[in-house]
């Protein structure tokens, strides 16, 4: 069964530091996603990214992230300058066509900022 | 602002228990709601999507039923085993955007299945 997978599982890097997580999303799908959820929290909703650009953010997604689709397969998500407070699981999801339909989620990477 | 409420936080059952999970949201124009299982440490994965327009979905032994004028949806989990035990999310997909909509989760319901 086709599934959404995101490399690496564990990233732990130094404050100020830049990284970039990635994420494969299900091959035929067309809308793709970037949620965190920091420990004991909710999932939070990042960005969305349709048609090579982006269709919605959240309050969160300031100019210190940013997204790409390098190619036709992968989707990056880029933090700039990491905080202590971007530690988190970061998860990718995609879906195969609008809001009607089941987005399926990758396994995270786990963001560790010290 | 759409917010997701889950009762309880926490559920411990014997194996082989019905039990009911519970969901509320603020806002009733949404066009879905997914019910998604995370165990520790890991993703998401999705269990049933329920559309607006539908009373319920079955997937095996779970049932999710929407009320969405009553901004509410329960996830039914018959004959309970220990392999349930996991954290099950609750997430709404707003209907105020066109497009690729994100989804709004609650915080969870922990469940444990005592063998």
């Known amino acids: 069964e086709p599934e959404v997978t995101q490399t690496p599982s564990h990233q732990v890097t130094q404050m100020g530091q830049e990284v970039i997580l990635r994420c494969v999303p299900i091959s035929n799908h067309l809308y793709f996603y970037w949620y965190r959820q920091i420990l004991g929290q909710k999932v939070e909703f990042l960005v969305s990214?349709?048609?090579?650009?982006?269709?919605?953010k959240s309050e969160i997604f300031d100019d210190q992230f940013s997204v790409e689709r390098p190619d036709g397969s992968n989707f990056t998500l880029k933090i700039r300058s990491t905080k202590l407070e971007d530690s988190a699981m970061y998860f990718c999801?995609?879906?195969?066509?609008?809001?009607?339909?089941?987005?399926?989620f990758g396994p995270g990477t786990r963001l560790l900022v010290l | 602002k759409q917010e997701v409420t889950q009762i309880p936080a926490a559920l411990s059952v014997p194996e082989g228990e019905n039990l009911v999970l519970n969901c509320s949201f603020t806002?009733?124009?949404?066009?879905?709601l997914q019910w998604f299982r995370q165990d520790p440490g890991k993703g998401l994965t999705s269990l049933l999507l329920i559309q607006s327009s539908q009373r319920e979905q079955t997937s095996g032994r779970l049932n999710a039923s929407l009320d969405k004028s009553s901004g509410r949806s329960t996830l039914y989990i018959a004959a309970s085993q220990p392999g349930d035990s996991a954290t099950y999310l609750c997430a709404v997909s707003p209907g105020r955007y066109s497009g690729n909509t994100p989804l709004v989760f609650g915080k969870g319901t922990r469940l444990s299945v005592i063998a």
């Open positions: 999801a995609s879906s195969e066509r609008d809001t009607q339909e089941t987005q399926y």
């Open positions: 806002d009733s124009a949404i066009y879905n």
């Open positions: 990214f349709y048609n090579n650009e982006i269709s919605e």
